[in-house]
């Protein structure tokens, strides 16, 4: 591996740049037997093809192009991110073809395949397709894209694991940081980084590549981990916000998770079990950083009266 790359999404972008880890992958979902790693032609995009779309992995194999993505937040939009991958791909492989000539040019065969790690609870397997993001539902779509996505969290699509052991051994990795991410806290999340690479080395778990890119990969997680955090925090205060909204308004419209559950439970106060139990989450949070009543009240713009119901709850169940 080149050291001092440009920055990759995250560790599994990175062992996917080596064509043995690659091509393996490739037989794990193909129940292919190709050994010969120069079969592998990369055909990832990086900043040096364009300046923000950039994917994880895509490669061609025996005519068919594998796009793998890695997911660790659930993301609806992965068709339309895997489409624009593609358009990007195939306008490199032909941008020196007669697309406009007799003659018929063939392409590689797409598959797009989705590896989800999150924490959310998902099913093992399941497809997204380009079609559930059409504005308007339509019987035969004339455009269609198909994501597999596999959940490879611990127990789940185990016979895909036991086939791709580098697979397998990202996931272990990816756990070890999880566990000692809840043992150390957010703020020495370096530090849980670097044990569970300690650990793995150990362990003999993507040793090499460890020990060969820890820099790297203590840098990427980081920023992974960071911007799995934002996306969180951004989606607790869109809750608030609509939980808030529906309480006011109650109207049809707007957020669905804060104001139709609440509407359908037709509460007084707008507070769906759902929504509560999310505000209540927040305001605790809070309450740990020995805030006032009034200052987090003020940060979520609620009134200090529910901040302190929430507060008597808490100190009750103690």
């Known amino acids: 591996m080149a050291g001092n790359r440009e920055y990759k999404s995250d560790v599994f972008s990175m062992l996917m740049e080596d064509k043995e880890n690659a091509l393996q992958l490739y037989n794990a979902m193909n129940n292919s037997h190709y050994t010969d790693p120069d079969l592998v032609e990369m055909h990832t995009l990086?900043?040096?093809?364009?300046?923000?779309?950039?994917?994880d992995a895509a490669f061609v194999v025996d005519a068919s192009l594998s796009i793998y993505e890695h997911q660790s937040t659930v993301c609806p939009n992965m068709p339309v991110r895997c489409l624009m991958y593609f358009s990007n791909i195939l306008h490199r492989l032909l941008k020196n073809r007669n697309i406009y000539g007799k003659s018929l040019?063939?392409?590689p065969v797409p598959k797009f395949a989705i590896f989800y790690n999150g924490e959310e609870d998902q099913p093992e397997r399941y497809d997204m397709k380009l079609s559930d993001s059409f504005e308007k539902e339509v019987d035969i779509?004339?455009?269609e894209l198909i994501c597999h996505v596999y959940n490879i969290n611990h127990g789940y699509n185990e016979s895909l694991m036991k086939k791709c052991p580098v697979l397998q051994e990202y996931m272990t990795f990816v756990t070890y940081v999880r566990e000692y991410h809840k043992l150390e806290g957010y703020e020495n999340l370096e530090t849980a980084i670097n044990n569970a690479i300690n650990r793995c080395i150990e362990e003999n778990i993507l040793r090499d590549f460890l020990i060969e890119?820890?820099?790297?990969?203590?840098?990427?997680t980081q920023m992974d981990y960071t911007f799995d955090r934002q996306i969180t925090l951004e989606r607790e205060e869109a809750r608030v916000e609509g939980?808030?909204?529906g309480r006011e308004?109650?109207?049809e419209e707007g957020r669905k998770e804060g104001r139709e559950e609440g509407r359908e439970e037709g509460r007084e106060e707008g507070r769906e079990e759902g929504e509560w139990k999310c505000l209540s989450d927040l305001v605790t949070k809070k309450l740990k950083r020995n805030l006032s009543d009034e200052e987090i009240a003020e940060q979520?713009?609620?009134?200090?009266a529910v901040v302190a119901e929430i507060?008597?709850?808490i100190e009750s169940d103690k």
């Open 311 to 313: 507060r008597a709850s």
């Open 243 to 245: 939980w808030k909204e």
């Open 300 to 304: 979520l713009e609620i009134e200090a």
């Open 46 to 55: 990086d900043k040096g093809v364009s300046l923000t779309v950039r994917n």
């Open 213 to 220: 890119n820890r820099s790297e990969v203590v840098k990427v």
């Open 141 to 143: 779509p004339e455009a």
């Open 105 to 107: 040019i063939r392409i």
């Open 249 to 251: 308004e109650g109207r």
